[in-house]
């Protein structure tokens, strides 16, 4: 039996009825947008640990900004996959991401907390102010009216995560009967650490063997796309 049967078999046993997705860029890598340690991560031969954060940006904005126009641009154009309608499918089951790209909400999941920001979203770093703004900058960087630097709304890394967003998906993490780890390298904590506090079945979808793949009950060695509806399947019919 392979693994995505015996998770599913699990699914059809235990019908759970609360279930908490938690994903990371690897669910968006077959849409198109590169994850940072796979291939098409590094962009003119920078790390993004070394341009996602608040140091790379007070020492060069410019570059900075240049790489996330990139990365706004692949995501403008690129289009929610299988597993995020999967997901989507799943009503009003809470979808915690690590990602920035706005992929679960255009899908059409309602309950999402983005756990690193929005790309799509720039903030002043005087005033903040959060707003939206898709289109590209004529400049770069762009500034802000006030005549300080706009940044993308997103959480560097070194930069604390917004303090409800972490209690939401904590008290979730606890009171989910299902964990669905999907697409994350389980090494960015704090959300790294939410795959250990989960009691209860929790079932990962990732190619490669990953920093949860040990604590979760079922390791699914598949492509997001690939496994994602199947299971949403099982976790829909359990209830019918
Ligand atoms: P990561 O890049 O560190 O790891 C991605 C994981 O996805 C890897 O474990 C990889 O094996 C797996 N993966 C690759 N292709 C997959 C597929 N088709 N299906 C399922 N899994 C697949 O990503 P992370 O752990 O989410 O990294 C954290 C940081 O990267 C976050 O801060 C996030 O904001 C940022 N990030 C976001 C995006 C996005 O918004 N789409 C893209 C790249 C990076």
Redesign the pocket.
């Known amino acids: 039996m392979s693994s995505l049967d015996e998770a599913i078999d699990a699914i059809r046993k235990t019908r759970p009825r609360s279930v908490l997705v938690l994903t990371?860029?690897?669910?968006?890598?077959?849409s198109g947008?590169?994850?940072?340690?796979?291939p098409g991560?590094l962009w003119r031969n920078f790390r993004?640990e070394d341009l996602a954060t608040p140091e790379a940006f007070r020492r060069d904005p410019r570059l900075v900004w240049e790489w996330y126009e990139w990365r706004r641009g692949l995501i403008r154009d690129a289009k929610p996959n299988a597993a995020h309608e999967a997901i989507a499918r799943l009503g009003d089951a809470l979808v915690a991401t690590?990602?920035?790209?706005g992929l679960h909400a255009r899908a059409g999941s309602s309950n999402v907390i983005e756990l690193?920001g929005n790309?799509v979203r720039v903030r002043c770093v005087r005033e903040g102010n959060p707003r939206l703004h898709e289109e590209p900058f004529d400049d770069l960087p762009p500034r802000c009216t006030c005549g300080e630097l706009l940044r993308p709304d997103?959480v560097w890394f070194g930069e604390a995560l917004p303090d409800d967003a972490v209690a939401r998906t904590v008290s979730m993490v606890a009171a989910a009967d299902l964990l669905l780890v999907?697409?994350?390298?389980?090494?960015?904590h704090p959300a790294a650490g939410f795959a250990t506090l989960h009691q209860g079945l929790s079932i990962e979808?990732?190619?490669?063997a990953?920093g949860v793949s040990a604590v979760c009950t079922y390791a699914v060695p598949l492509?997001?796309?690939e496994a994602t509806p199947p299971i949403v399947d099982a976790i829909l019919e359990a209830h019918r």
Do not use: K, L, Y
């Open positions: 990371g860029a690897g669910v968006s890598a077959d947008i590169p994850t940072f340690r796979g991560g993004p690590q990602n920035v790209d690193h790309i997103v999907i697409g994350t390298s389980g090494i960015v979808i990732n190619p490669e990953s492509r997001a796309a």
